[in-house]
């Protein structure tokens, strides 16, 4: 087996990583209205819900762009 050493400032990050996610939006034509007009727990059920499938399509790291 080989072993790569990537030195000791090196990170290895399992998965993929997406840069550009909006966890709490949806797919509307006014995507900000729509959430803002949620309460907290649907947000959050949204969020998680989101979360969930990208992790079942082998994304373990997001960045969320906010409203």
Known sequence: MAVTDFGPDGRLLPG???AHVHLCRDASKDAVAHVTSYDRETVLRSARTATETALHAGVTT????RV
């Open 16 to 18: 993929f990583i997406d």
């Open 62 to 65: 997001v960045r969320d762009l």
